[in-house]
């Protein structure tokens, strides 16, 4: 079976990180599977991939918004014709995959994975009439949620036999292997929030709750990407240049998280957020906001707070550091929660859904 992935890029976030750490699994479980980009940026994460002997196509490099380019779509034609499967991710490579099959009349299946409970198309009435077209060339649409499945079968309207979920998943030994003992040393206090800087990861809160945590508390803030500038204005406004480092994008996760004392995401909402795994998995307590992709994964294992409310942040961090019982409680649940998301899992479902679709 010769698959081909096709995504928007390898900058960062989650889609991307999911492909960097499956593709490689499927190749071991004998999966032909290749990588086509809409652009081609040099990013740690497609060096990864290459390291790693995964074959990378690109339709175009440099600029990032050359990928809402509609034209591209002649670019994907040649493509349809070497593999068994699709596998697309992401606006606006959903888009431009469907229409290089409706053009070139190619017979080749394609399969999408909708990661976001909230984009712009939804809740529009011409969104919803070009997407119901668009979606309509897929054989099959897989939502990485219950939630997201619910959300998109209500905008699409179309036949239920089209959707599936099959969760998102994190290849667990990766973290697992790096667990310390959950103790804290109180003497210097380590928060970590591994994200892209983008409006809904909502950063912006999380360094404004640093303002009520105590002196021996520090931030660290993974990821880079439209917003970091402005939140690194805040963080010199507010007077925590000497308690929040940038640390841009790293490679480095569990190791970093295992160096941490607590993980945050402040999000707005999400689909499935694999940053929220992999927390949970290194043994670290989360505190995570009271939203969608996310409460439904932390509650009864992490702490939850309202969004946007920095005080309310402040003080579950703050429980978490005055009860070193909660924390170790809080830490074990949390690790016991990410046991649902293995990777692996999840490569052997849409193995089977590869099959499945091929031989209808």
Same mark, same amino acid.
């Given at each position: 079976?010769?698959?081909?992935?096709? *995504?928007?890029?390898?900058?960062? /976030?989650?889609?991307?990180?999911?492909?960097?750490?499956?593709?490689?699994?499927? =190749?071991?479980?004998?999966?032909?599977?290749?990588?086509?980009?809409?652009? /081609? +940026? =040099?990013? $740690?994460?497609?060096?990864?991939?290459?390291?790693?002997?995964?074959?990378?196509?690109?339709?175009?490099?440099?600029?990032?918004?050359?990928?809402?380019?509609?034209?591209?779509?002649?670019?994907?034609?040649?493509?349809?014709?070497?593999?068994?499967?699709?596998?697309?991710?992401?606006?606006?490579?959903?888009?431009?995959?469907?229409?290089? !099959?409706?053009?070139?009349?190619?017979?080749?299946?394609?399969?999408?994975?909708?990661?976001?409970?909230?984009?712009?198309?939804?809740? *529009?009435?011409?969104?919803?009439?070009?997407?119901?077209?668009?979606? *309509?060339?897929?054989?099959?649409?897989?939502?990485?949620?219950?939630?997201?499945?619910?959300? +998109?079968?209500?905008?699409?309207?179309?036949?239920?036999?089209?959707?599936?979920?099959? #969760?998102?998943?994190?290849?667990?030994?990766?973290?697992?292997?790096?667990?310390? #003992?959950?103790?804290?040393?109180?003497? =210097?206090?380590?928060?970590?929030?591994?994200?892209?800087?983008?409006?809904?990861?909502?950063?912006?809160?999380?360094?404004?709750?640093? =303002?009520?945590?105590?002196?021996?508390?520090?931030?660290?803030? &993974?990821?880079?990407?439209?917003?970091?500038?402005?939140?690194?204005?805040?963080?010199?406004?507010?007077?925590?240049?000497?308690?929040?480092?940038?640390?841009?994008?790293?490679?480095?996760?569990?190791?970093?998280?295992?160096?941490?004392?607590?993980?945050?995401?402040?999000?707005?909402?999400? %689909?499935?957020?694999?940053?929220?795994?992999?927390?949970?998995?290194?043994?670290?307590?989360? &505190?995570?906001?009271?939203? $969608?992709?996310?409460?439904?994964?932390?509650? /009864?294992?992490?702490?939850?707070?309202?969004? %946007?409310?920095?005080?309310?942040?402040?003080?579950?961090?703050?429980?978490?550091?005055?009860?070193?019982?909660? @924390?170790?409680?809080?830490?074990?649940?949390?690790?016991?929660?990410? !046991?649902?998301?293995?990777?692996?899992?999840? &490569?052997? !479902? @849409? +193995?089977?859904?590869?099959?499945?679709?091929?031989?209808?």
């Amino acid at each position: 079976m010769k698959v081909l992935q096709v *995504n928007n890029s390898l900058y960062i /976030g989650g889609a991307e990180k999911l492909l960097v750490d499956s593709i490689p699994i499927y =190749k071991q479980k004998g999966i032909d599977m290749e990588l086509l980009l809409l652009t /081609g +940026i =040099k990013t $740690p994460f497609f060096e990864l991939l290459e390291k790693q002997g995964v074959k990378i196509y690109a339709l175009t490099k440099g600029n990032f918004r050359k990928i809402y380019n509609p034209f591209l779509c002649f670019r994907i034609i040649p493509y349809l014709k070497k593999y068994d499967i699709i596998h697309v991710h992401l606006f606006p490579a959903l888009y431009w995959v469907a229409l290089a !099959k409706i053009i070139s009349h190619s017979q080749t299946k394609l399969i999408f994975t909708e990661h976001s409970t909230n984009n712009r198309r939804i809740g *529009n009435k011409t969104g919803q009439i070009f997407d119901k077209f668009i979606y *309509n060339q897929y054989s099959s649409i897989v939502s990485i949620t219950k939630e997201i499945d619910s959300i +998109i079968k209500t905008h699409l309207a179309l036949s239920s036999k089209k959707f599936k979920i099959i #969760n998102n998943g994190i290849d667990l030994t990766k973290f697992t292997e790096s667990l310390r #003992n959950n103790e804290m040393d109180k003497s =210097k206090i380590t928060i970590i929030q591994i994200s892209s800087f983008q409006e809904p990861k909502d950063q912006p809160t999380l360094i404004r709750a640093m =303002k009520y945590l105590p002196k021996n508390v520090f931030l660290l803030l &993974v990821g880079d990407g439209e917003t970091r500038s402005k939140c690194e204005q805040s963080v010199k406004e507010l007077n925590l240049l000497q308690k929040v480092s940038f640390l841009g994008i790293r490679t480095d996760i569990p190791q970093l998280l295992k160096s941490s004392d607590i993980a945050v995401l402040s999000s707005r909402f999400e %689909g499935l957020s694999l940053s929220c795994i992999e927390a949970m998995a290194s043994g670290k307590p989360l &505190v995570a906001s009271d939203v $969608p992709g996310l409460s439904e994964m932390v509650a /009864g294992a992490g702490l939850l707070f309202p969004p %946007g409310n920095e005080k309310a942040l402040a003080e579950q961090i703050n429980m978490l550091i005055a009860n070193p019982d909660l @924390y170790k409680k809080v830490s074990q649940a949390c690790f016991e929660r990410s !046991k649902q998301y293995d990777i692996n899992v999840m &490569v052997d !479902k @849409y +193995i089977e859904l590869y099959k499945e679709v091929i031989n209808n």
